[in-house]
């Protein structure tokens, strides 16, 4: 059960920049059981506040790491190709590009900040380009990629539904099923769109109206506006943030995120994602560009507090989506058969109840729930009651 993120954005915005600094972890780690099979896709992870110092434990993590009580836990990232005004015609492979986002259940949007490139991604020089036309036009096209979907089929769909007496819902439902659309979103999506009567007389312009609220039900957009290490991108981040205050922003600068990683990794420094700072091990192993390079990246972590690359993953999983962290364990014992403590930690979606959590970790869990266990308090959990960030969640259940 993996969680996707959607990398997008125009030519050039550093997408690729992002995905190999987020998925470059220091550490040897076991592959998570995602089925990669594209080089655009890999493992990245979101941060959360490790459970096991509560319980003055070191955890023995089974996928993603932990280092000094930081929980870094693994999230599929796929690194979609560059997308121009026109994608969702087919513009620049557009279509196949879209088809890449399928499963993704949030999008970030890399965001050239600094405005270097026009729509193309071609070059321009710093300051040249407004970075707002590119927040919308993205957000425009994945909207008009919903819709030419849904409205290529949309008689036929409609007028289907009628005779097999199906609900339109669950029409909407199977047409859109790749893109996470369920007959619950779609039902919502209906009636906040208020559209009534017979869908087989729906304009053009109703479905497009649809198709808006359900990508914006299956595919939040976070904004990560990069190259804040030019100054011009950081003078648009206080500017964008005052023109588009409906919009979630996180500034970054993906290029220094990759340089810190990859000098961690290498064994100059010591530094953990989303850190304000890092520690040189190796000082006199380090030539005079790489003491400049370091000094460089010190005065950027002191004036901005971080790269912000880690920041836009958590923002994307734990503020847009609003999904939480729940440790498995019990309350005798914190280890698994294999002596892992702590040895899982699930990102669950909000409003999880203790029972569907039991039916994440096992389908007999949840079938035969007999109740759950709050391990921090050892109070009783029932099924209904809804599980918060950070749990450490025994299930007592009747499965044998
Ligand atoms: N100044 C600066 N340049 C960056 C940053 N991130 C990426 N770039 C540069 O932007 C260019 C495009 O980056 P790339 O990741 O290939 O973009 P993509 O086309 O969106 O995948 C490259 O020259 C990168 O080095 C950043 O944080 N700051
Ligand atoms: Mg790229």
Not at 2 to 11: A, D, R, S
Not at 218 to 243: F, M, Q, W, Y
Request: charge should be negative; hydrophobic fraction near 40%; glycine fraction near 8%.
């Amino acid at each position: 059960m993996g969680f996707t993120i959607g990398l997008v954005g125009k030519p050039s915005a550093g997408k690729s920049t992002f995905f190999k600094a987020a998925t470059l972890a220091e550490v040897a780690i076991a592959d998570y059981p995602f089925t990669t099979i594209k080089p655009n896709i890999g493992t990245g992870y979101v941060r959360v506040e490790c459970a096991d110092k509560d319980f003055g434990v070191q955890c023995n993590p089974r996928f993603g790491f932990c280092l000094n009580h930081t929980r870094f836990v693994p999230v599929e990232l796929v690194d979609v190709a560059g997308l121009v005004p026109g994608a969702h015609e087919g513009k620049g492979l557009g279509n196949q590009f879209l088809s890449d986002l399928n499963q993704a259940d949030v999008l970030i949007h890399v965001v050239d900040a600094s405005g270097s490139a026009n729509e193309l991604g071609e070059s321009l020089g710093a300051g040249k380009h407004d970075p707002a036309k590119d927040v919308r036009f993205l957000e425009k096209e994945i909207d008009l990629w919903y819709a030419s979907v849904l409205w290529r089929n949309w008689k036929k769909l409609a007028r289907g539904a009628q005779m097999t007496r199906k609900k339109i819902e669950e029409a909407i439902a199977d047409q859109l099923s790749a893109m996470k659309v369920t007959e619950d979103i779609a039902l919502d999506a209906i009636s906040e769109t208020e559209l009534s009567g017979n869908p087989d007389s729906w304009s053009e312009d109703d479905v497009k109206r649809l198709s808006v609220v359900l990508r914006k039900r299956t595919k939040s957009i976070l904004i990560a506006l990069n190259k804040i290490d030019v100054p011009s991108g950081l003078e648009n981040v206080e500017r964008l943030k005052k023109e588009l205050p409906d919009i979630m922003f996180v500034p970054c600068s993906c290029e220094t995120e990759l340089a810190l990683r990859e000098a961690a990794k290498s064994g100059i420094i010591s530094y953990v994602p989303g850190d304000s700072t890092f520690e040189i091990l190796k000082s006199d192993a380090l030539n005079e560009k790489q003491k400049k390079a370091l000094d460089f990246i010190s005065a950027f972590l002191e004036k901005n507090g971080s790269t912000g690359v880690q920041q836009v993953l958590d923002a994307a999983v734990f503020e847009l989506l609003k999904y939480i962290a729940v440790f498995p364990g019990g309350v005798n014992n914190l280890v698994d058969s294999k002596g892992n403590v702590l040895p899982d930690c699930f990102l669950m979606p909000p409003k999880t109840t203790a029972k569907d959590f039991a039916y994440a970790l096992h389908t007999d869990f949840g079938k035969h729930f007999l109740y759950a266990m709050d391990v921090r308090t050892k109070r009783r959990i029932s099924g209904d009651q809804e599980l918060k960030h950070r749990d450490v969640v025994e299930i007592i259940s009747a499965a044998k």
